[in-house]
């Protein structure tokens, strides 16, 4: 396979599982998770459905994709296995793409067939988002020259802080999951506070609350975190050195982030806003990842 054939098939991928996450964002908030009933991998006891409803499309849809970008991605991590993995990057990618791939499908199945809790459905999202990054990473590495190395100026309270703040980005997203699962969108109508005194207490009262403040409180503190680490790689470094450009795009996901936050509360949940949230801190956790892998290869130099 030649190199730009293999960059396509990169790129389709990448495209691909970014779709898979907002494909499975979508059944839990439109709660088709058992638009198919307990069957797996048919759908209602058929495998094509003939009768058709909004939850059985959304589910079916998803399984569709899931198949699709399943065969996509075994196919590139193969071949990109094949063409580079001469590089350790490479080999651990193109392994673990296909890994977190298949294990994502089985809690998918596990909760069709059987039923999961709340807090084993929140990883579901979270294991997808490893896929995804996974394949990301591995298609920003083919578009790299065969021996090329590319890493950050050596910082090493910054290192340090990518990854503390790259590990605390996975579990806020957890958190979101979470949100999304046990319902609690809409729990808490007033900002920043749960209710503003007049719907009800300021301080949560129960279950659903809680989990969604947590949620709330936990992405303040990431949106502080990246922001500070961006004023103190621009003082460090520079506004136009590599390192603070990639700091600055990713304080203006995280903002972004917020936002669409707020307008989710706003909104009560609105379809757009709860897709665009995932969106963005899918694209916001692989730039932390693929930062990670530039100071793996400033170690190793």
Same mark, same amino acid.
């Given at each position: 396979m030649s190199e730009r054939t293999l960059r396509i098939l990169g790129i389709a991928s990448t495209i691909g599982m970014l779709l898979l996450l907002l494909s499975g964002a979508l059944v839990t908030k439109m709660d088709s998770g058992l638009g198919c009933g307990r069957h797996w991998p048919g759908c209602n006891g058929q495998l094509i459905p003939t009768e058709i409803t909004q939850e059985v499309l959304i589910e079916f849809s998803h399984r569709v994709v899931t198949g699709v970008v399943g065969l996509?991605?075994?196919?590139?991590?193969? #071949?990109a296995y094949r063409a580079k993995g001469y590089l350790k990057e490479v080999r651990f990618l193109a392994i673990s793409s296909v890994f #977190?791939?298949?294990?994502?499908a089985l809690i998918g199945a596990a909760q069709v067939l059987w039923g999961q809790g709340s807090f084993i459905l929140a990883l579901h999202f979270g294991i997808s988002l490893l896929s995804f990054t996974s394949v990301l990473l591995l298609t920003l590495l083919l578009f790299e020259s065969p021996y090329q190395t590319k890493w950050l100026p050596v910082d090493p309270f910054l290192k340090r802080q990518t990854i503390a703040v790259t590990i605390y980005t996975y579990l806020v997203i957890y958190t979101g999951a979470l949100v999304r699962h046990t319902k609690s969108e809409i729990v808490c109508p007033s900002f920043p506070f749960c209710h503003d005194g007049t719907t009800g207490p300021w301080q949560p009262q129960f279950f659903e609350e809680y989990v969604?403040? @947590?949620?709330r409180f936990a992405a303040l503190l990431l949106f502080v975190w990246i922001v500070s680490l961006t004023i103190y790689t621009a003082r460090r470094? @520079?506004?136009s050195s590599f390192g603070s450009k990639r700091w600055i795009v990713l304080s203006g996901l995280v903002i972004a982030q917020a936002l669409v936050g707020l307008l989710i509360v706003w909104t009560q949940a609105h379809l757009i806003a709860?897709?665009?949230?995932?969106?963005?801190?899918?694209?916001? #956790? @692989?730039?932390?990842s693929y930062l990670l892998l530039l100071y793996y290869r400033e170690s190793r130099a």
């Open positions: 996509l991605i075994v196919a590139f991590s193969y #071949f #977190f791939l298949i294990l994502q969604h403040m @947590g949620h470094h @520079g506004l709860a897709l665009s949230h995932s969106l963005i801190v899918a694209i916001l #956790f @692989g730039l932390l």
